[in-house]
Nanobody, 114 residues
């Protein structure tokens, strides 16, 4: 069973919006921290946003005010609402779960055209 499954990526024009979802299996969602990372072409992986089990959020400066991370503790799902997308947001977006163990999703491609 794949521990984390992302969905919601795609192609969008600059200024548009997308919502990414990450469904977690079983006990993984009780991990202390859920997060989204991204890795653009030729770039290092970078942290986009985090949310703790208590709901405390943090964002990278480059996405603050445009992206919102949230979690549904009933559906075991974490979301990333992305608004006002820019071409530089183009990347593979990966879901992360951290606690006693860490887990990564396979990633979902987001492409923003200018």
């Amino acid at each position: 069973q794949v521990p984390l499954v992302e969905s919601g990526g795609g192609l969008v024009q600059a200024g548009g919006s997308l919502r990414l979802s990450c469904a977690a299996s079983g006990h993984i969602f009780s991990s202390n921290v859920m997060a989204w990372y991204r890795q653009g072409p030729g770039k290092q992986r970078e942290l986009v946003a985090t949310i703790t089990r208590a709901g405390s959020r943090n964002y990278a400066g480059s996405v603050k005010g445009r992206f919102t991370i949230s979690r549904d503790n009933v559906k075991n799902t974490v979301y990333l609402q992305m608004n006002s997308l820019k071409p530089e947001d183009t990347a593979v977006y990966l879901c992360y779960a951290g606690g006693q163990y860490t887990y990564w999703g396979q990633g979902t491609q987001v492409t923003v055209s200018s």
